[in-house]
């Protein structure tokens, strides 16, 4: 089976995830050191293919592996024969020729993982596909709003109100969070500039949408912030300042607009002084080292569902 996207995930297909991630982690919410499935992939080899720069998720991926007992092997576009021509996808099938037992694979394309799904017969798992969508990431925050909100084994994420803001339509988080939320149950609102927001029609998109922080945070459980996909906006150009006044989140913001009980989310890589203020990071609404530890559990637990036995 291939992972490359949660548009048609099912409710139990993700609970049954999450459950097997969340055993992974121990009472200190820190990944357990040793566990039963430390050779569960022994003799797995997996191929690490990023050609977009990455540091959790490819990390993740590699330590999700080992802990699992699998081989990896990291390969990027400086040292593939991508870089002489060659095609991604003809790269990954000489991979599979060599044995390789399954790909990760991160690209600027969004069509890409589904191509190469279709030329081999080993599993394909999307670290991110350009604009489309990163289906570990929504997992993991997944994860981490349900042991937040204290949903235990077996629970989805039932009226919970979510709240993602900043640059939505260029953002495969966003799109793999609506997919995951909607599956699992909670309420989605979709918040920033109009330019950042998609069309109404855009069956991707079952979500509110507004353009108003405070209206964005009243009624939110959690906050999803993300960056400006800089490297993906053609033409659009932000009034910076602007932006960080009407859409930034403070010490002021969090006191005066959100929730006392909200937490704060944030995939990565967070830049300081624009989503948030280095205060609000790091401070006790935030769940943004909890996602990154959650990151190798969620990833364990996919591989293991992959190549393995779960």
């Known amino acids: 089976m291939h992972l490359l996207g949660l548009s048609d995930a099912q409710r139990s297909e993700i609970i049954e995830i999450l459950d097997a991630a969340d055993r992974f982690i121990g009472l200190d919410h820190q990944i357990k050191k040793t566990d039963q499935f430390s050779e569960a992939l022994a003799g797995k080899t997996l191929g690490l293919?990023?050609?977009e720069p990455s540091t959790r998720t490819r990390t993740s991926f590699e330590l999700a592996a080992q802990k699992l007992g699998a081989e990896t092997i990291l390969l990027d576009e400086q040292?593939?024969?991508?870089?002489?021509?060659?095609?991604?996808?003809?790269?990954c099938r000489n991979l599979e020729a060599m044995g390789f037992d399954a790909l990760v694979l991160r690209h600027g394309d969004r069509h890409l993982p589904f191509s190469v799904a279709d030329r081999v017969d080993?599993?394909?798992i999307n670290a991110g596909n350009g604009t489309g969508e990163h289906p570990t990431q929504a997992l993991l925050d997944g994860l981490t709003l349900r042991q937040a909100f204290e949903h235990g084994e077996g629970a989805g994420?039932?009226?919970?109100?979510?709240?993602?803001?900043?640059?939505?339509?260029?953002?495969?988080?966003?799109?793999?969070?609506?997919?995951?939320?909607?599956?699992?149950?909670?309420?989605v609102t979709l918040a920033g500039p109009s330019v950042f927001l998609p069309g109404s029609r855009d069956p991707d998109w079952n979500a509110r949408t507004v353009t108003d922080r405070a209206t964005a945070l009243e009624d939110a459980d959690a906050v999803i912030m993300l960056r400006i996909q800089s490297e993906r906006i053609a033409g659009n150009r932000?009034?910076?300042?602007?932006?960080?006044?009407?859409?930034?989140?403070?010490?002021?913001?969090?006191?005066?607009?959100?929730?006392?009980?909200?937490?704060?989310?944030?995939?990565?890589?967070?830049?300081?002084?624009?989503?948030?203020?280095g205060a609000v990071a790091d401070g006790p609404r935030s769940l943004i080292l909890r996602q990154v530890t959650n990151g190798v559990a969620v990833r364990k637990a996919v591989l293991q569902k992959i190549l393995g036995d779960l």
Not at 161 to 186: K, Q
Not at 240 to 256: A, H, L, N, S
């Open 49 to 51: 293919l990023f050609f």
């Open 122 to 124: 080993i599993p394909i």
């Open 79 to 91: 040292g593939t024969s991508v870089q002489k021509g060659e095609s991604v996808v003809d790269t």
């Open 157 to 187: 994420l039932d009226d919970l109100n979510v709240t993602i803001i900043g640059d939505i339509v260029h953002s495969r988080v966003a799109r793999s969070d609506v997919h995951m939320l909607n599956a699992l149950g909670a309420n």
């Open 238 to 277: 932000v009034d910076m300042d602007r932006y960080i006044d009407e859409w930034g989140i403070d010490q002021i913001v969090v006191e005066q607009e959100m929730p006392s009980h909200c937490r704060v989310m944030h995939p990565g890589p967070v830049i300081r002084g624009v989503e948030l203020t």
